[in-house]
């Protein structure tokens, strides 16, 4: 499968964005899908998943009450949902998926998110 991720930009501190990541190539029934993050000097960091099948989601502990993921299985699409965006929020935003339940094994390109003071 490809993963390409979309709806990066520029939003002031307070602010909305959401980002999406589509899944190609063929549906989509692997395990689950999550959303990573990697801050200019940084280490990628685990930001939210979603289970594919039930629809259970996970988050750090960062983002809790603030972000929200939630997929779309017709449009085979993801969604991150950022709500209260805060600077430390800046980061290229990165989807991957876990097809067998052990690791992300595909990732996407990710989308650059800006969030300004």
């Known amino acids: 499968v490809q993963l390409q991720a979309s709806g990066g930009g520029l939003v002031q501190a307070g602010g909305s964005l959401r980002i999406s990541c589509l899944v190609s190539g063929r549906t989509f029934r692997g395990y689950r899908m999550g959303w990573f993050r990697q801050a200019p000097g940084k280490e990628r960091e685990f930001v939210a998943a979603?289970?594919?099948?039930?629809?259970?989601?996970y988050y750090a502990d960062s983002v809790k009450d603030r972000f929200t993921v939630s997929r779309d299985n017709a449009k085979n699409t993801v969604y991150l949902e950022m709500n209260s965006l805060k600077p430390e929020d800046t980061a290229v935003y990165y989807c991957a998926a876990d097809h067998n339940g052990l690791w992300y094994d595909s990732w996407g390109q990710g989308t650059l998110v800006t969030v300004s003071s």
């Open positions: 979603i289970r594919w099948s039930s629809g259970s989601t």
